[in-house]
């Protein structure tokens, strides 16, 4: 009798867990779809095809005595485009900024336009732009969510039907809780490659272009610890070989007047 009703009660506790299982994932899909958490909605990722998308990187070197009327135009432009400066360094002559190094960020799809506005408008002495191709990287993560929430269907109208035992809707119930946690991981998969390339990087560099002799200067400072020394040593060793030569032959015109 004891069996019995236990029997009774395990029965009745699977059933009430297999109700609440399907009425908390109609309730996940409606806040699902109610408040995504990435670009666009449900239906842009799953049925929108994926478009060849890049992601930039470049760096302009720009050729100013003065870099305040530059970063103003460049700032100004930046703005326009919804991109930021992430860092930025300057050095000044007086009041006078002669060199500024700017890590800016740009919306990706005007990425283009930003670079070519600045080579369009100001001297350069360098500039260089790659590009890297992302849609297979957004393919991939579409499809992983895609899976999933095909699966969390067929999982779902499994337990609203009538055809399974006992034993069974507790393994679907189980797989079900699997596949919603494979779900969320493929649509924040989907967020963050999304986010990652929103942004394309562009470095710019704003000074006054330094001749040869300059650069040679900035390079022998650099190493000036190891280069002067080895500059002494070299100048005394001349100067050595050469009173050694004067020396020969110094003796070899006295020998001959002997």
Not at 135 to 141: G, M, Y
Not at 158 to 167: C, M
Not at 250 to 257: G, I, L, R, Y
């Amino acid at each position: 009798m004891k069996k019995r009703i236990f029997t009774l009660i395990t029965v009745i506790i699977m059933i009430i867990a297999c109700l609440f299982s399907v009425s908390c994932g109609e309730d996940y899909e409606e806040d699902f779809i109610g408040n995504p958490t990435f670009s666009g909605t449900l239906d842009l990722v799953v049925e929108t095809p994926v478009e060849k998308i890049l992601y930039y990187y470049s760096e302009i070197d720009v050729v100013a005595s003065n870099t305040a009327p530059i970063q103003k135009s460049i700032n100004t432009k930046l703005n326009e485009f919804g991109g930021y400066v992430d860092k930025q360094s300057e050095k000044f002559s007086g009041k006078r900024s002669h060199y500024c190094y700017m890590e800016i960020y740009v919306p990706t799809e005007k990425a283009l336009e930003f670079i070519d506005y600045i080579s369009g408008n100001f001297e350069l002495s360098k500039k260089m732009t790659d590009s890297s191709d992302i849609t297979s990287r957004i393919v991939e993560a579409r499809a992983r969510y895609v899976s999933a929430l095909e699966t969390r269907q067929r999982y779902k109208d499994l337990l609203a039907g009538d055809t399974l035992s006992t034993s069974e809707r507790i393994t679907v119930i189980g797989e079900l809780e699997e596949i919603e946690k494979r779900l969320a991981k493929a649509e924040a998969d989907v967020d963050r490659v999304y986010q990652e390339y929103e942004y394309s990087k562009v470095v710019v560099k704003i000074g006054k272009q330094q001749t040869n002799w300059q650069i040679f200067v900035i390079v022998f400072a650099a190493f000036s610890p190891i280069t002067v020394p080895l500059l002494i040593a070299g100048i005394v060793f001349i100067i050595y070989i050469v009173r050694k030569k004067k020396k020969a032959k110094a003796k070899v015109s006295t020998v001959e007047n002997k």
